[in-house]
């Protein structure tokens, strides 16, 4: 102790930040202080440790590196980042490893716009980060919708487009872009609709809808009603789209909310981001103590970090307590009343709901002896990298091509999970293409995964051979998950195993648990499948039947089927419960039609 006695004597008397460092010369411990001697001998005052933890990290302590800064605030930022870069054992543990999507609007003539994870310093210009990729699909869905522009990467200067040196292709044809490749778009006109798009990302809808009222009116005013028309069903779209927004209050603009719920030595963060009266972002993090530190310690680790990852510049933000210490040019509110207090709330119930979600995740269960080793045979087994709690088995169902559907089952801990079990209508593929299917399938299961956040599995199981196995590989790839879960293929005709890129099937023995466990899976997915195939055919044939009845359409027959099952409830249905459905004339045609049946 000789050592570090001599190492802290030498310290200055300034702010700055601390790294205690082990005999290996490994970080374990990174701190901040106001005056750095008196904070880090204070950890080494044998009568005043402050907890067991404390004295445990100073017994390992070989040597002290500091660096000085000019303040407080400065140090707060300096630890927060170098606990994020080193992730030293004893430090808060903030449970995120998220990179979040951002929308770029590049640096180019005629610029396109798409969602990137990566920004590049080329003069483009970035909204965001979206803590939700479905966030972000639906802005781009909305600028389609409204604005004709390109999405090619061709060089469009002035020059090249003069020379001719491109043709318009299908995008335009399809009335998706309007052809500035071959000059006819101006520049002026692209960038208008540009400009507009920065104030959508900017949540300015307001100001973008009065601007489109007032040019529908001048537009109709001079006859142009075509061109009128299309300005309403721009101004139609923002307004669906502003609707779905969560408005609290239109006198709050830009306002962080922060909340915190703790449970033992896990702590749950929620944030909001307010801009013009609405809720634009939401954002739950689970923190990990590992020093006994106080919530006010953690909420304030949690608001720095998240303000930096966000790009947050808000001056007031909403928490239930004051934290530890201040931050420069931001206003702490507590508050207790009004619109500012049903927002805390609100986040409040967020991070119940984190807490709520992690008591009931698997990793809480306790598993029995007999599940443990069923688990551990399988990952033996099937040469997986951790124990497969949560498996996942997919299973396509179509007759000719007729009513394509597939299903998914889940099995947690090697029972199933039937509330987590899921079917689909297949949207993509046209005809028996069990291949096409299952890629759609398998893309569309795991994409909302990661959109919601929730819990994958460590293992996939496909029904079928190399030819679906591979197609779900492919999904997913595209969804940058192929290598982070395992995923097998199963043949029905000898129960081969297979894996990707492995043209040798794995044969288990009859009796093994793990091939047991495989095909309950696959027998369970093939009963769901074939369930909603028989239920989706036998709905096909009523609808049909009904749209017969003369004033009956599409809809009123889904309707019909949704209220009453079938054919023979329908028969034995009141006349007047069938009014509920539909109007009383249509109603007394349909219960004469299947009196005379």
């Given at each position: 102790?000789?050592?570090?006695?001599?190492?802290?004597?030498?310290?200055?008397?300034?702010?700055?930040?601390?790294?205690?460092?082990?005999?290996?010369?490994?970080?374990?411990?990174?701190?901040?202080?106001?005056?750095?001697?008196?904070?880090?001998?204070?950890?080494?005052?044998?009568n005043k440790y402050e907890s067991f933890k404390t004295k445990i990290?100073?017994?390992?302590?070989?040597?002290?590196?500091?660096?000085?800064?000019?303040?407080?605030?400065?140090?707060?930022?300096?630890?927060?980042?170098?606990?994020?870069?080193?992730?030293?054992?004893?430090?808060?543990?903030?449970?995120?490893?998220?990179?979040?999507?951002?929308?770029?609007?590049?640096?180019?003539?005629?610029?396109?716009?798409?969602?990137?994870?990566?920004?590049?310093?080329?003069?483009?210009?970035?909204?965001?980060?979206?803590?939700?990729?479905?966030?972000?699909?639906?802005?781009?869905?909305?600028?389609?919708?409204?604005?004709?522009?390109?999405?090619?990467?061709?060089?469009?200067?002035?020059?090249?487009?003069?020379?001719?040196?491109?043709?318009?292709?299908?995008?335009?044809?399809?009335?998706?872009?309007?052809?500035?490749?071959?000059?006819?778009?101006?520049?002026?006109?692209?960038?208008?609709?540009?400009?507009?798009?920065?104030?959508?990302?900017?949540?300015?809808?307001?100001?973008?809808?009065?601007?489109?009222?007032?040019?529908?009116?001048?537009?109709?005013?001079?006859?142009?009603?075509?061109?009128?028309?299309?300005?309403?069903?721009?101004?139609?779209?923002?307004?669906?789209?502003?609707?779905?927004?969560?408005?609290?209050?239109?006198?709050?603009?830009?306002?962080?909310?922060?909340?915190?719920?703790?449970?033992?030595?896990?702590?749950?963060?929620?944030?909001?981001?307010?801009?013009?009266?609405?809720?634009?972002?939401?954002?739950?993090?689970?923190?990990?103590?590992?020093?006994?530190?106080?919530?006010?310690?953690?909420?304030?680790?949690?608001?720095?970090?998240?303000?930096?990852?966000?790009?947050?510049?808000?001056?007031?933000?909403?928490?239930?307590?004051?934290?530890?210490?201040?931050?420069?040019?931001?206003?702490?509110?507590?508050?207790?009343?009004?619109?500012?207090?049903?927002?805390?709330?609100?986040?409040?119930?967020?991070?119940?709901?984190?807490?709520?979600?992690?008591?009931?995740?698997?990793?809480?269960?306790p598993f029995d002896s007999k599940i443990l080793s069923i688990l551990?045979?399988?990952?033996?087994?099937?040469?997986?990298?951790?124990?497969?709690?949560?498996?996942?088995?997919?299973?396509?169902?179509?007759?000719?091509?007729?009513?394509?559907?597939?299903?998914?089952?889940?099995?947690?801990?090697?029972?199933?999970?039937?509330?987590?079990?899921?079917?689909?209508?297949?949207?993509?593929?046209?005809?028996?293409?069990?291949?096409?299917?299952?890629?759609?399938?398998?893309?569309?299961?795991?994409?909302?995964?990661?959109?919601?956040?929730?819990?994958?599995?460590?293992?996939?199981?496909?029904?079928?051979?190399?030819?679906?196995?591979?197609?779900?590989?492919?999904?997913?790839?595209?969804?940058?998950?192929?290598?982070?879960?395992?995923?097998?293929?199963?043949?029905?005709?000898?129960?081969?195993?297979?894996?990707?890129?492995?043209?040798?099937?794995?044969?288990?023995?009859?009796?093994?648990?793990?091939?047991?466990?495989?095909?309950?899976?696959?027998?369970?997915?093939?009963?769901?499948?074939?369930?909603?195939?028989?239920?989706?055919?036998?709905?096909?044939?009523?609808?049909?039947?009904?749209?017969?009845?003369?004033?009956?359409?599409?809809?009123?027959?889904?309707?019909?089927?949704?209220?009453?099952?079938?054919?023979?409830?329908?028969?034995?249905?009141?006349?007047?419960?069938?009014?509920?459905?539909?109007?009383?004339?249509?109603?007394?045609?349909?219960?004469?039609?299947?009196?005379?049946?």
């Open positions: 102790m000789l050592l570090i006695d001599k190492i802290i004597n030498d310290l200055p008397k300034l702010p700055g930040v601390y790294q205690f460092l082990n005999k290996e010369g490994k970080i374990i411990y990174i701190g901040k202080a106001k005056d750095l001697r008196n904070r880090v001998s204070s950890y080494f005052n044998k990290l100073a017994q390992q302590v070989f040597d002290i590196k500091h660096i000085i800064v000019e303040s407080e605030s400065d140090a707060l930022l300096l630890e927060n980042n170098l606990i994020k870069k080193f992730q030293p054992k004893f430090n808060i543990l903030l449970k995120d490893d998220k990179t979040f999507p951002w929308i770029c609007i590049k640096n180019e003539s005629f610029p396109r716009i798409y969602s990137t994870r990566k920004i590049y310093k080329d003069g483009s210009i970035y909204f965001g980060p979206y803590t939700s990729a479905l966030m972000v699909r639906t802005l781009l869905d909305l600028i389609c919708q409204l604005f004709q522009l390109r999405t090619c990467n061709l060089n469009l200067t002035q020059s090249n487009i003069l020379e001719r040196k491109f043709k318009k292709c299908l995008e335009y044809h399809i009335g998706n872009c309007k052809a500035p490749c071959e000059n006819l778009q101006s520049e002026l006109d692209y960038y208008q609709s540009v400009n507009q798009i920065k104030e959508i990302l900017k949540g300015n809808i307001h100001e973008i809808i009065r601007h489109l009222k007032d040019l529908m009116k001048e537009l109709a005013n001079n006859y142009k009603y075509e061109d009128a028309e299309i300005v309403k069903q721009k101004i139609y779209l923002l307004e669906r789209f502003q609707s779905k927004s969560t408005i609290v209050s239109p006198k709050l603009n830009n306002i962080d909310v922060f909340s915190i719920i703790e449970k033992e030595k896990n702590a749950f963060v929620n944030f909001l981001k307010i801009m013009n009266g609405a809720i634009v972002q939401s954002y739950n993090v689970e923190m990990i103590r590992k020093l006994d530190e106080t919530a006010e310690e953690l909420l304030l680790f949690a608001i720095i970090d998240i303000r930096t990852r966000l790009n947050s510049d808000a001056k007031e933000i909403l928490v239930p307590f004051s934290p530890s210490e201040k931050l420069p040019n931001v206003k702490f509110t507590i508050p207790k009343v009004g619109d500012k207090k049903k927002l805390l709330e609100l986040s409040e119930r967020n991070a119940k709901q984190s807490l709520l979600q992690k008591l009931k995740s698997i990793e809480i269960k551990e045979k399988a990952k033996r087994d099937l040469m997986l990298a951790e124990l497969p709690k949560i498996i996942e088995c997919f299973d396509n169902s179509n007759i000719q091509g007729t009513n394509p559907v597939a299903s998914c089952v889940v099995f947690k801990n090697a029972k199933a999970a039937k509330n987590a079990y899921r079917h689909y209508n297949i949207k993509t593929v046209k005809g028996p293409d069990d291949f096409a299917s299952m890629e759609e399938v398998v893309f569309r299961r795991y994409r909302r995964l990661l959109d919601e956040k929730k819990d994958l599995p460590q293992l996939i199981i496909i029904d079928g051979g190399k030819g679906q196995l591979n197609a779900a590989v492919k999904s997913l790839n595209k969804l940058g998950l192929y290598g982070k879960i395992a995923i097998i293929g199963i043949a029905k005709r000898l129960e081969e195993i297979y894996f990707p890129n492995d043209s040798v099937p794995l044969y288990l023995d009859k009796t093994s648990s793990t091939l047991k466990l495989i095909q309950n899976l696959r027998n369970e997915a093939h009963r769901f499948g074939i369930n909603f195939h028989r239920n989706k055919r036998s709905n096909e044939m009523i609808k049909n039947s009904l749209e017969e009845i003369n004033g009956v359409g599409k809809r009123t027959a889904e309707k019909l089927i949704k209220t009453f099952g079938s054919i023979e409830n329908l028969k034995q249905a009141q006349l007047t419960e069938i009014e509920s459905v539909t109007n009383k004339k249509l109603a007394g045609i349909i219960y004469e039609y299947l009196i005379k049946t």
